[in-house]
Nanobody
Framework: VQLQAFGGGSVQAGGSLRLSCAAS????????LGWFCQAPGKEREFVSC???????YYVNSVKGRFTISRDNAENTVYLQMNTLKAEDTAVYHC????????????????????WGQGTLVTVSS
């Protein structure tokens, strides 16, 4: 599976961006799809994921502001980011998990089998 993320950019605080991640090589409809972010000098951190059932999970800091969704027909996962804050500035990576769902590993980078190259989001205050 190859994942390509795009949609990043530079916005003012309070603005919005929509990230997309297109998968190719095989269908990802049965996989858990996730988004992680990595700020300069920091570890890659979990942002959100969506199970094949449609159940969604978010890190507390983005609840109410970000919305993850998927379009299995398009083999794509999205991250709608609203009310952006300066602290959201990071490179955002999409990921796909081949294994069975494991609630304890929602935010575990090692749970995910495939990764996209990342797209940069810069929020200025």
């Amino acid at each position: 599976v190859q994942l390509q993320a795009f949609g990043g950019g530079s916005v003012q605080a309070g603005g919005s961006l929509r990230l997309s991640c297109a998968a190719s090589g095989r269908t990802v409809s049965s996989m858990t799809l996730g988004w992680f972010c990595q700020a300069p000098g920091k570890e890659r951190e979990f942002v959100s994921c969506i199970r094949r059932s449609g159940h969604v999970y978010y890190v507390n800091s983005v609840k109410g502001r970000f919305t993850i969704s998927r379009d299995n027909a398009e083999n794509t996962v999205y991250l709608q980011m609203n009310t952006l804050k300066a602290e959201d500035t990071a490179v955002y990576h999409c990921a796909a998990a081949l294994g069975a769902w494991n609630a304890a590993r929602t935010g575990d980078k090692d749970f995910y089998s495939f990764w996209g190259q990342g797209t940069l989001v810069t929020v200025s205050s």
